[in-house]
């Protein structure tokens, strides 16, 4: 069964760039089926989708974070990493890999998730 | 303020039934892009609950249902218990963001 795990450093001061990377268990990020995305969520807030990447190379990213954000894939590793630049305090999250169901956007939704691993911007 | 809005709580006692709403906007729901839902128990990911609208994946309870209709979406509960106690939040896909949106979460309380 699929699994994903997210890994990286839990603590990251700010101005500086919080980078994780999302290890996938089991097939290929090369499948022209799906998408594969970060999501994060503050203590106590909601869901926020941050960016998603398809095997074709195509990113999509999340307008409010467009700047600092970028995704790339290693596929000999079946690993997608998420760097976010510039942090601040408002970017402590548990942040979430997830494996999209649809290569049609419009019906794509998140299957299957990591666990999520929290991330605090702080000095 | 997210795309999409949910009230931030319901309530229901066991047994009883609750909805929950999901409004979005012309470029969201009302484009007739698919509504997902998702349910976040206490300290672990959200799981999917809810597909295109109305599926349910494999071993989510028919108690779980979801329906669509203009700009708006909807969750029902039916036969309330304890163990759904959680948030619930609804996704969908905006054209105006190119992106996916998620709804502000409703925090279900079985009283």
Redesign the interface.
């Known amino acids: 069964q699929l699994q994903l795990q997210e890994s990286g450093p839990g603590l990251v001061k700010p101005s500086e760039t919080l980078s994780l990377t999302c290890t996938v268990s089991v097939g290929s990020l090369s499948t022209s089926s799906y998408y594969w995305?970060w999501?994060r969520q503050p203590p106590g807030k909601?869901?926020?989708?941050i960016?998603?990447f398809y095997y074709s190379g195509n990113t999509?990213?999340?307008?409010s974070l467009k700047s600092r954000v970028t995704i790339s894939v290693d596929t000999s590793k079946s690993q997608f990493s998420l760097k976010l630049s510039s942090v601040t305090a408002t970017d402590t999250a548990v942040y979430?890999c997830a494996r999209?169901?649809s290569m049609i956007?419009?019906?794509?939704?998140?299957?299957i998730?990591?666990?999520?691993t929290l991330v605090t911007v702080s000095s | 303020q997210s795309v999409l809005t949910q009230p931030p709580s319901v309530s229901g006692a066991p047994g009883q039934r609750v909805t929950i709403s999901c409004t979005g906007s012309s470029s969201n729901i009302g484009a007739g892009f698919d509504v997902h839902w998702y349910q976040q128990l206490p300290g672990a990911a959200p799981k999917l609950l809810i597909y295109v609208s109305i599926n349910r994946p494999s071993g989510v309870p028919d108690r779980f249902s979801g329906s669509k209709s203009g700009t708006s979406a909807s969750l029902a509960i039916a036969g309330l218990q304890a163990e759904d106690e959680a948030d619930y939040y609804c996704q969908s896909y905006d054209s105006s963001l190119s992106g996916w949106v998620f709804g502000g979460g409703t925090k279900l309380t079985v009283l």
């Open positions: 995305g999501i909601g869901l926020e989708w960016g998603s999509y990213y999340n307008p979430y999209q169901s956007v419009v019906v794509s939704n998140f299957d998730w990591g666990r999520g």
